[in-house]
């Protein structure tokens, strides 16, 4: 799977949106984007996730751009609750299906 | 539907011994997949199962071993503990679909002395 590349860390204030950017600049054209999130003492939980198109969904929407080259997670209204670590993955539609390749992410602090 | 649970939550064991960290997957979910979360990293993968047979492994020693039983429930085995094996292991059920989502357990704190 291609490497992503992300900030360290990121600050938001409450109520406000936040947008995470994302590096992945030798995704392939069977590279599924994904990303997920994870809380203080708990596991991963998935997002989003999204091919070519700009996806949205209850919890963020995901702009990806137009030559896939790089995406971003759009929280519209950031909450306490969103404070987390964000992960980017990039995941080969044909590869071992429960392998998902995590770097260091994104840690989001939320500031009320 | 009942999500993700891992057991036991929290172990210490000494270098040397072995140790058996179970998970139950989500309701329907045919893939099993494990990962070790060192402190400070993300997960990194260890090994998946699909309708009880290993099909897909990371980058870690024979000594870490798996079931997957035919209620899709899993184990994970550790042999011979290292000091490096102190690591937060989580569990993830799915389908079997190319892009479907993981559900993660909250997972097993292991503390190697």
């Known amino acids: 799977d291609a490497k992503t590349t992300q900030p360290n860390s990121m600050e938001s204030n409450e109520e406000e949106p936040v947008h995470l950017p994302c590096n992945h600049s030798t995704i392939s054209g069977t590279d599924y984007i994904h990303w997920y999130r994870q809380l203080p003492s708990q596991g991963p939980e998935y997002v989003i996730h999204?091919?070519?198109s700009n996806v949205n969904n209850r919890m963020a929407s995901l702009a990806i751009a137009e030559d896939r080259k790089s995406s971003t997670l759009i929280l519209h209204r950031a909450t306490l609750r969103d404070a987390a670590v964000y992960y980017c993955?990039?995941?080969?539609?044909?590869?071992?299906?429960?392998?998902?390749?995590f770097g260091k992410g994104t840690k989001l602090s939320v500031k009320p | 539907e009942t999500g993700v649970t891992q057991s036991p939550t929290h172990l210490i064991k000494t270098r040397g011994q072995q140790v058996t960290l179970r998970c139950s997957s989500q309701?329907?979910?045919?893939?099993v997949s494990w990962y070790q979360q060192a402190l400070g990293q993300g997960p990194q993968f260890i090994f998946q199962y699909y309708r009880e047979e290993e099909n897909g492994r990371g980058n870690f020693p024979p000594r870490f071993s798996g079931l997957q039983f035919p209620n899709y429930s899993s184990e994970l085995n550790v042999n011979a503990l290292e000091l490096d094996d102190s690591a937060l292991y989580l569990c993830?059920?799915?389908?079997?679909?190319?892009?479907?989502?993981?559900?993660f357990g909250e997972g097993s704190r292991l503390t190697v002395l």
């Open positions: 999204g091919l070519t």
């Open positions: 993955i990039l995941r080969d539609v044909g590869g071992s299906q429960g392998n998902l390749i």
């Open positions: 309701s329907g979910h045919n893939t």
């Open positions: 993830a059920s799915s389908l079997a679909v190319a892009s479907g989502e993981l559900f």
